[in-house]
């Protein structure tokens, strides 16, 4: 057995051992580049770290530019959430001492190195005997530090241990970086899609000497899949509609920039002869040759003729849309129309009702009904409904915003999971 030779101590190695570790180290060298968010790239380290040297806990900490400390990534180990929030600045403690001076080090008594920060264990409850403690360098820069604690069976950690885990941090230092410039391209090309998707949407109402109107999408991330539009055709005909697709993000938009294109070239051949039927048949079939069979898209399309107080309905599969008269307590539901866009070839109904002043027509999507509180529990249909109710003589803006109050309250510190839009409209 040959033996390799540090200033400290002689350390027997055990050449299937290498191979093994080194096997190890490659497989999870390819994992660690293989393309994924950030966060599930730095788990992956951590667990690769305490795998690699055997060991009891290990942590990460990325150094921040910003107020140059170091903030914990993550920390395995069962006492590990107790110090998740600590940060260290440079100079400080085993870590501290390890980001200034940009060299790795390996202790074999904690207790007995001066460098040591012994509030951590007091902290989390974990005592740590030994360690190796190595920076993560990138072109000279600072990146972060990665450290794995206790080696299991009581044992110290080895010039053999120190050697793989620099190799390791190296790798980790380029896969962090090249993340980090991921992340920041992808959140580019996101906020580039949010612009041009927002710019789809109506930047202003148009307003209207009948109708009382407010229309309000909140999305859930950068893009999203909902739509509306509210639409003068001529001087007798107003053209109101809503849209989700299923689906989030980038592809949902992408279909929510299909549906616009479509409304606008069909607007411009039908010059006056706009038919809503023939609309809704017609975008159904589009979408059936230009969508996979994995996307669809719910609306619902109203067609009012102001000389004639009448509004034409055709809900293609989407939520009902409410409609609630002047002098009744009664929420009618508008549902009749057909299967929801994109999905066969449908013949699509309409219903139409007579309006007059003071009544109110909701529409919206199923980010509403579907918000879920911290306890997993939708708001629910029913809720909606009871607030649509009680409030219904309110302004439509100040009604709006009351609605997005109480989803917003429900919800409390869970996070929005879809877009939201919301659209009421009173007569005059």
Same mark, same amino acid.
């Given at each position: 057995?040959?033996?390799?030779?540090? $200033?400290?101590?002689?350390? +027997?190695?055990?050449?299937?051992?290498?191979?093994?570790?080194?096997?190890?180290? /490659?497989?999870?060298?390819?994992?660690?580049?293989?393309?994924?968010?950030?966060? =599930?790239?730095?788990?992956?380290?951590?667990?690769?770290?305490?795998?690699?040297?055997?060991?009891?806990?290990?942590?990460?900490?990325?150094?921040?530019?910003?107020?140059?400390?170091?903030?914990?990534?993550?920390?395995?180990?069962?006492?590990?959430?107790?110090?998740?929030?600590?940060?260290?600045?440079?100079?400080?403690?085993?870590?501290?001492?390890?980001?200034?001076?940009?060299? +790795?080090?390996?202790?074999? #008594?904690?207790?007995?190195?001066?460098?040591? #920060?012994?509030?951590?264990?007091?902290?989390?409850?974990?005592?740590?005997?030994?360690?190796?403690? *190595? +920076?993560?360098?990138?072109?000279?820069?600072?990146?972060? *530090?990665?450290?794995?604690? =206790?080696?299991?069976?009581?044992?110290?950690?080895?010039?053999?241990?120190?050697?793989?885990?620099?190799?390791?941090?190296? /790798?980790?230092?380029?896969?962090?970086?090249?993340?980090?410039?991921?992340?920041?391209? &992808?959140?580019?090309?996101?906020?580039?899609?949010?612009?041009?998707?927002?710019?789809?949407?109506?930047?202003?109402?148009?307003?209207?000497?009948?109708?009382?109107?407010?229309?309000?999408?909140?999305?859930?991330?950068? *893009?999203?899949?909902?739509?509306?539009?509210?639409?003068?055709?001529?001087?007798?005909?107003?053209?109101?509609?809503?849209?989700?697709?299923?689906?989030?993000?980038?592809?949902?938009?992408?279909?929510?920039?299909?549906?616009? $294109?479509?409304? /606008?070239?069909?607007?411009?051949?039908?010059?006056?002869?706009? #038919?809503?039927?023939?609309?809704?048949?017609?975008?159904?079939?589009?979408?059936?040759?230009?969508?996979?069979?994995?996307?669809?898209?719910?609306?619902?399309?109203?067609?009012?003729?102001?000389?004639?107080?009448?509004?034409?309905?055709?809900?293609?599969?989407?939520?009902?849309?409410?409609?609630?008269?002047?002098?009744?307590? /009664?929420?009618?539901? !508008?549902?009749?129309?057909?299967?929801?866009?994109? %999905? &066969?070839?449908? +013949?699509?109904?309409?219903?139409?009702?007579?309006?007059?002043?003071?009544? !109110?027509?909701?529409?919206?999507?199923?980010?509403?009904?579907?918000?879920?509180?911290?306890?997993?529990?939708?708001?629910?249909?029913?809720?909606?409904?009871?607030? !649509?109710?009680? =409030?219904?003589? !309110? =302004?439509?803006?100040?009604?709006?915003?009351?609605?997005?109050?109480?989803?917003?309250?429900?919800?409390?510190?869970?996070?929005? %999971?879809?877009?939201?839009?919301?659209? &009421?409209?009173?007569?005059?």
């Amino acid at each position: 057995m040959a033996k390799i030779k540090t $200033s400290s101590k002689s350390i +027997p190695i055990n050449s299937k051992n290498i191979l093994s570790r080194l096997n190890f180290f /490659q497989d999870i060298t390819k994992k660690i580049f293989e393309k994924k968010p950030l966060k =599930n790239l730095l788990d992956e380290i951590i667990f690769a770290s305490k795998q690699l040297l055997q060991a009891e806990a290990s942590s990460l900490l990325l150094y921040d530019k910003g107020d140059k400390q170091l903030h914990f990534h993550t920390v395995t180990g069962e006492k590990g959430k107790a110090i998740k929030s600590q940060s260290i600045k440079l100079g400080e403690g085993i870590s501290g001492w390890t980001a200034k001076n940009k060299k +790795p080090i390996i202790i074999d #008594n904690c207790y007995k190195d001066s460098r040591f #920060n012994k509030e951590f264990d007091l902290k989390s409850g974990f005592r740590t005997r030994n360690m190796i403690c *190595v +920076p993560m360098v990138r072109k000279k820069e600072l990146i972060g *530090v990665i450290q794995t604690m =206790n080696k299991r069976g009581g044992e110290t950690f080895t010039a053999e241990d120190l050697k793989l885990f620099e190799a390791l941090a190296a /790798q980790c230092a380029v896969a962090i970086d090249n993340a980090r410039l991921i992340e920041l391209e &992808i959140k580019y090309e996101l906020n580039t899609a949010r612009n041009i998707q927002m710019k789809l949407i109506p930047q202003c109402i148009p307003s209207f000497d009948d109708l009382e109107i407010n229309v309000k999408l909140v999305p859930a991330k950068e *893009v999203g899949g909902d739509y509306f539009n509210v639409i003068k055709l001529n001087k007798n005909e107003t053209l109101f509609m809503i849209a989700d697709v299923t689906g989030k993000s980038v592809p949902a938009a992408l279909i929510v920039s299909t549906v616009y $294109s479509f409304l /606008q070239t069909y607007l411009i051949l039908s010059g006056n002869n706009f #038919n809503l039927s023939q609309f809704v048949v017609s975008i159904n079939k589009f979408l059936i040759a230009s969508t996979g069979t994995d996307k669809f898209v719910t609306a619902w399309f109203g067609l009012y003729d102001h000389s004639k107080e009448i509004m034409h309905s055709i809900n293609a599969g989407h939520n009902p849309i409410y409609f609630l008269k002047n002098n009744s307590d /009664q929420l009618e539901k !508008l549902t009749a129309g057909g299967l929801m866009l994109g %999905s &066969i070839d449908f +013949p699509y109904s309409s219903e139409e009702l007579s309006l007059s002043e003071n009544d !109110l027509i909701v529409f919206y999507t199923d980010g509403i009904p579907e918000a879920m509180n911290l306890r997993g529990e939708e708001f629910g249909e029913n809720n909606f409904e009871d607030i !649509l109710l009680l =409030n219904r003589n !309110l =302004n439509v803006s100040d009604f709006s915003d009351l609605v997005f109050s109480e989803i917003k309250n429900y919800r409390g510190k869970t996070e929005q %999971s879809d877009d939201i839009t919301l659209g &009421i409209l009173r007569i005059k």
